[in-house]
């Protein structure tokens, strides 16, 4: 059937069956604006609903505006009523998301939907949604990583579905224990995404002790790095810019006593080293010579006193240095 000639009818909000309502996503804030605005503009966007039992209708698309509109106090709706049963209707949705702002998430609830009641396969579904098969298996994906208590947390408001998808469901693959803990503090104290994200990246990365610790107390960790970030912020300022300088320097010094002893070790002989490596020295040259020159006219004195302690080829490296190529070499 061609949606486009269905008119919107005026319908009394007690008749429309919201039985799609955990398969959305709330937004509290979107709700609150899409209140504003059909307070001042009236509601621009019809509902889609379909044919239920007795005298009611089952909402499939504009639970926001439902909930806008009793937030406004009103007890009527503009409602598209659509021909067909509720798969019918679902698979038009969904072909119409291309200019209908839908969570991904919630795009993967209704296409598991479909496949529970609808007896479609992913192909069927793509095809009467206008979407590729890859798109439908993408989107499955998104919730078949997800367990139950996840995508109620998602839909209840205590964790975003970049939370979900990034956070948990890797977690959850690697270890559903932690993945269960870590939602529980989340229930009781959420964290922002870049809280999560930086909890994380810690996470990977630490031992399984303090693992254990860590999503036992997520904020504790937060709360440590925040303070050790804080800590060498005053650090910075107490040494000013003189010591922005003397831990550039170090790091300097650090890096290429690194890089000497990796090039040694990847090669003892310049001629042995990969063509890629070689490439990478010789750009690196100018940069070199534009520090060395800078530093020359910075500190004269003191690169000429440097130079003449060095001038007994014999001292002028340390025994660990005599092993070294030289970039120049390299170059």
């Keep these: 059937m061609d949606h486009t000639t269905v008119s919107a009818r005026t319908l009394d909000l007690h008749r429309l069956e919201l039985r799609y309502a955990e398969l959305r996503v709330p937004d509290t804030a979107a709700i609150t604006r899409l209140a504003r605005s059909i307070a001042v503009n009236g509601q621009l966007v019809p509902c889609i609903a379909v044919a239920g039992e007795g005298n009611a209708l089952i909402l499939l698309d504009g639970y926001r505006r439902v909930a806008a509109l009793r937030q406004l106090g009103k007890d ?11 798969v019918q209707g679902l698979l038009g949705v969904l072909a119409r998301t291309r200019s209908r702002a839908f969570v991904p998430i919630e795009e993967a609830l209704l296409l598991r939907e479909l496949l529970a009641v609808g007896s479609l396969s992913q192909h069927d579904i793509a095809r009467r949604c ?38 948990l469901g890797p977690l959850a693959r690697a270890n559903s224990a932690h993945a269960e803990q870590l939602l529980e503090r989340l229930r009781t104290t959420p ?22 610790r860590m999503v036992e107390a997520p904020q504790l960790l937060l709360d440590a790095l925040t303070a050790k970030t804080d800590e060498k912020s005053a650090e910075r300022l107490r040494e000013g810019p003189e010591g922005e300088v003397l831990a550039d320097i170090r790091i300097l010094d650090a890096v290429s006593a690194r890089l000497r002893r990796r090039l040694f070790a990847l090669a003892p002989s310049p001629a042995d080293l990969p ?50 190529p030289a970039l120049e070499a390299a170059a």
């Design 191 to 212: 964290l922002t995404t870049r809280q999560l994200a930086t909890w994380f990246d810690q996470y990977q990365g630490a031992s399984r002790t303090v693992r254990e």
């Design 130 to 167: 206008g979407r590729d098969v890859s798109w439908v298996s993408r989107r499955l994906q998104l919730v078949t990583v997800l367990s139950d208590e996840v995508l109620k947390a998602v839909r209840q408001g205590k964790v975003s579905t970049w939370a979900a998808v990034r956070i």
């Design 76 to 86: 009527t709706a503009e409602v598209e009523c659509w021909d067909g049963d509720p």
């Design 275 to 324: 063509p890629a490596v070689i490439a990478a020295v010789g750009a690196l040259q100018p940069a070199l010579a534009a520090l060395q020159c800078h530093l020359r006219k910075a500190c004269p004195d003191e690169i000429a006193r440097d130079s003449s302690s060095r001038a007994d080829p014999a001292s002028a490296r340390s025994g660990a240095a005599r092993d070294q």
